[in-house]
């Protein structure tokens, strides 16, 4: 391992940390990683990475602190306290958040970073899990440049498109941009399924032409196999996404922005979740647009 590449401490080892923090091994960084679940601790030192006994373990001696959590409280949890990072690093140490929460928790975490000399950036992906495991994210960043600058080489083991979209929160008020298209586009993707289904035509043979034009998405790419075959195995849950639509519906609503049809989607994610459907991945919005059809489910 090259000695002169910062030393990484990674928290969150979930569907999206664990392949991302290996890419970082793959690229000869140092990781040492923590997480609730000591299996996929395990994982990480599998794949040539250290394991951590808890958060004040992990990030003690890391240049760098990488955070990939669910929501907004987790990330408040393991940033704040005696036990959090932030009463637990060096000075200087450059703390890099990859989950996707409020554009205000991002903006209040490099605050209160800044107080004790950590240096924060909000860089928050889009891909799934798949863009995860070839590392090819789309990676949006809010904060200073010149921390950015630092952190490019590192994001460019994990990412392909990595941009700085402005100061901290910028990532996140992207990131909720980018929820909320792939969201309607899966929307749209399901209605014309079911449209098309239910029409008699042959499905796979649609979706190959329909991608090739103006129709075609990278959610189309992605979700195709799903949709043809009914399976809605977690890439990214429901649950993540009804929290990512709230987030959005939410900051809209702060700047004054109408999202007539974000809203109606949002609707619909809920919808998905009381039905017990949240841990399926989101491509399992066909599910509701088949239950309004008329089929059973």
């Known amino acids: ?20 923090s290996e890419n970082l091994v793959k690229a000869g960084y ?3 990683g923590y997480t609730l679940e000591q299996d996929k601790i395990d994982r990480l030192v599998a794949a040539g990475g250290k394991g951590a006994a808890s958060i004040a373990d992990a990030v003690r001696d890391a240049d760098v602190v990488i955070t990939m959590v669910p929501a907004s409280p987790q ?18 140490t450059l703390l890099i958040d990859m989950s996707s929460i409020t554009p205000q928790t991002s ?7 800044k107080d004790k000399g950590i240096r924060v950036l909000d860089a928050p992906v889009s891909g799934g899990e798949a863009g995860a495991i070839e590392a090819v994210l789309s990676i949006m960043v809010g904060g ?27 990532g996140q008020t992207v990131k909720a941009a980018n929820q909320l298209i792939v969201a309607v586009n899966i929307q749209a993707c399901a209605e014309a ?38 399976d809605f195995a977690p890439g990214f849950r429901i649950d993540l996404h009804h929290k990512d639509m709230g ?31 949240g841990g399926l991945d989101h491509s399992a919005l066909l599910r509701s647009v088949e239950r309004l059809s008329g089929s059973q489910v």
């Open 30 to 32: 140092q990781v040492t």
């Open 107 to 113: 903006v209040d975490l490099a605050s209160s970073a």
């Open 247 to 277: 987030i959005v519906t939410d900051a809209a609503r702060n700047v004054g922005a109408a999202l007539p049809v974000g809203g109606v989607v949002a609707q619909l994610v809920a919808s998905l979740r009381a039905q017990g459907d």
């Open 75 to 92: 990330v408040e949890a393991i940033a704040y306290g005696p036990d959090g990072i932030l009463e637990n690093v060096r000075q200087g």
């Open 144 to 170: 200073e440049q010149t921390d950015f600058d630092a952190a490019k080489p590192l994001l460019d083991a994990l990412g392909k498109t990595i941009v700085l979209c402005g100061p901290h929160g910028s």
């Open 193 to 230: 399924v079911v449209f098309l289904e239910k029409s008699g035509v042959d499905l796979s043979a649609a979706l190959d032409v329909l991608n090739g034009g103006l129709a075609g998405s990278t959610v189309l790419t992605r979700k195709k196999d799903n949709f043809l075959k009914r």
């Open 1 to 20: 391992m090259s000695s002169n590449l910062p030393k990484v401490a990674w928290i969150g080892l979930g569907i999206m940390g664990s392949p991302m």
